[in-house]
């Protein structure tokens, strides 16, 4: 198994969400370094990426073009994974993650595909009103390019109540209703979650703070 965390598109920021700090590392980094902790071998971690400035983690960078953009309706968010031979784990990456998410989705074993996401009810840490994806297992890699063709395809169709991302994927993937969100994923209810603003990455940084002041080695 390989983890490959995904850094690529067409960024909103000037300096990609993936590379903002959280208590003085960046959130691709710190996801690195968990993996490691995790007994996961650097030799195992990739970053897919277009941009350079990921070649300085110590890790191989998958060189993968992926020009979706926010709004625009042409292209498609699903073209953030890289097509790879090995069983992989698509690691989402400008997810702050806590240790034992991370310790979660290594250790978790499938025969085919899970996806990873928070659900309601959230753990009182958790900093947003809605769930958000984290990451696929995927060891069935022909059957997960497939659904991601099928939703790109159902995408151009119209099908779709809006551009389909991974809770879309995850049910063309488990054939359930399109536009229906099932909690019939791997759940974690953590601190965990995404950062898409400024406002996030201060309320992660407050969050990381105060888990460090009661557990120092997290």
């Known amino acids: 198994m390989i983890y490959v965390i995904l850094c690529g598109g067409v960024y909103k920021t000037k300096v990609p969400r993936h590379l903002w ?25 990739y970053i897919s990426s277009n941009d350079e400035c990921f070649e300085k983690f110590g890790v191989s960078v998958i060189h993968h073009e992926n020009s979706y953009q926010y709004g625009n309706e042409q292209s498609y ?14 690691i989402f990456g400008d997810v702050v993650f806590s240790e034992n998410a991370i310790r979660q989705i ?38 997960f390019f497939k659904c991601i063709e099928q939703a790109k395809q159902w995408q151009d169709e119209g099908k779709f109540d809006r551009m389909p991302v991974s809770w879309e994927l995850w049910q063309v993937i488990q054939e359930t209703p399109i536009n229906h969100v099932i909690q019939d994923y791997y759940i974690i209810n953590d601190y965990t979650c995404d950062v898409d603003d400024v406002n996030d990455l ?16 997290t």
């Not at 208590?23 to 996961?40: P, Y």
């Not at 968010?77 to 698509?90: E, M, N, Q, T």
């Not at 250790?107 to 990451?135: C, H």
């Open 77 to 90: 968010w699903l073209d953030a994974f890289p097509k790879v031979d090995d069983s992989v784990c698509y």
């Open 106 to 143: 290594v250790k978790y074993n499938t025969n085919g595909i899970q996806f990873f996401a928070s659900a309601r009810p959230f753990d009182l840490r958790y900093p947003k009103i809605w769930q958000e994806p984290f990451a696929f297992k995927v060891v069935d890699t022909e059957r």
């Open 21 to 45: 700090k959280i208590d003085g590392e960046s959130i691709v980094q710190r996801t690195i370094r968990l993996l490691e902790k995790c007994n996961v071998p650097k030799s195992d971690i």
């Open 202 to 217: 201060m309320k992660m940084q407050t969050i990381i703070a105060k888990e460090k002041m009661l557990w120092p080695d």
